[in-house]
C-alpha cells in the first residue's frame, strides 16, 4: 500500500488521552492499524471506531439483510480484541457512500460525542500507492474525516449539532491517515501484531471470501510482511504508517 523512501519515518506524537477512528467499511482498519490501537489501549489510551458503513454489500454470496448484521458482530468482536469497546456505525449505504454534507456533518457530530485529541481515517487519495485504484468509500469517507475535524470545532457550520446537545469541540490535534502512499509517522508494531493478526482474523466470513489461502497464513503474511517493509524506514522496528496532518 505504501512504497517505502530513504525519508526516515518519525515516532507518532504521544502526548494524547483519546483518539476516534473513522472509517468506511468493517475491516478497513483491521488491514494496517490494529497493531498501533493495540498498544495504545495498552497504555491506557481510549480509542474508539466509528464506520460509515455496516459492509453490508462486501460479500457476493450474502446477501445486505444477511450480511451487515454479521459484518457488524465481526467488527465488534474484532475490536475487542485490541481493547475498543466503543464501535458506532452512521448507517450510509455500502458501495455507494457520497462525500458531501451530510457525511461531514455525521462524522463532525462523532467527533463532538467523542472529543479526541487524535482522529485516525484510512487513505482518501485515488490509488494505493499509484498502483491500484482506491475504492469511493475510502475517499469520500477519508476526504470528510479531514474536513470533518475542522467542521466540528466551529459553532457555526451545522449549527443544528448544537441544538442536539452537540458543543463544538476544537481539539483536534492530528489526523493520521492510514494507508497513505505518503506516511511521515509510525508506530512499533511489535506488542501488538499478535492481536492485529488476532483482530483481522476476526472478519473471517469476508476473508475467506477473498482468498483461497488459510485465513491465518493469509493473514499473518499481509500484516507483517507490510510492517517489515516499513521497518526499514523506521529503524529496523515493524512499523505501522500513518501520514500525519497536524492541526
Known amino acids: 500500500m505504501t512504497e517505502p523512501t530513504s525519508t526516515q519515518l518519525q515516532p507518532m506524537p504521544g502526548d494524547w488521552r483519546r483518539a476516534l477512528a473513522v472509517v ?65 456505525f452512521l448507517d450510509h449505504a455500502d458501495g455507494v457512500i457520497e462525500y458531501g454534507t451530510a457525511l461531514r456533518r455525521d462524522i463532525a457530530a462523532a467527533i463532538r460525542r467523542h472529543r479526541p485529541e487524535l482522529v485516525i481515517t484510512l487513505n482518501h487519495r485515488d490509488t494505493w500507492g499509484g498502483v491500484a485504484w ?13 474536513d470533518a475535524a475542522g467542521d466540528a470545532g466551529n459553532r457555526w457550520i451545522f449549527p443544528e449539532l448544537v441544538e442536539q446537545g452537540l458543543d463544538p469541540w476544537d481539539g483536534v490535534r492530528w489526523v493520521a491517515v492510514a494507508g497513505s502512499s505518503s506516511p511521515t509517522h509510525a508506530v512499533d508494531a511489535t506488542a501488538g501484531m499478535e492481536r492485529a493478526v488476532a483482530s483481522l482474523l476476526e472478519h473471517r466470513s469476508y476473508i475467506e ?39
Open 24 to 88: 468506511a467499511h468493517p475491516d478497513d482498519l483491521e488491514y494496517g492499524c490494529s497493531a498501533a490501537i493495540a498498544a495504545w489501549t495498552d497504555e491506557g489510551r481510549e480509542v474508539a471506531y466509528v464506520l460509515a458503513t455496516r459492509g453490508e454489500a462486501g460479500i457476493d454470496t450474502i446477501e445486505p439483510a444477511r450480511c451487515g448484521p454479521l459484518r457488524e458482530r465481526e467488527q465488534r468482536a474484532s475490536a475487542a480484541v485490541v481493547g475498543v469497546s466503543e464501535v458506532e
Open 209 to 247: 471470501v477473498l482468498t483461497d489461502e488459510d485465513p491465518e497464513t493469509y493473514v499473518r503474511g499481509f500484516l507483517t510482511g507490510h510492517a517489515e517493509a516499513m521497518g526499514e524506514r523506521f529503524g529496523g522496528r515493524p512499523a505501522v504508517t500513518f501520514e500525519l496532518f497536524s492541526r
Open 134 to 146: 482506491n475504492t469511493p468509500d475510502h475517499v469520500a469517507v477519508g476526504r470528510a474525516t479531514l
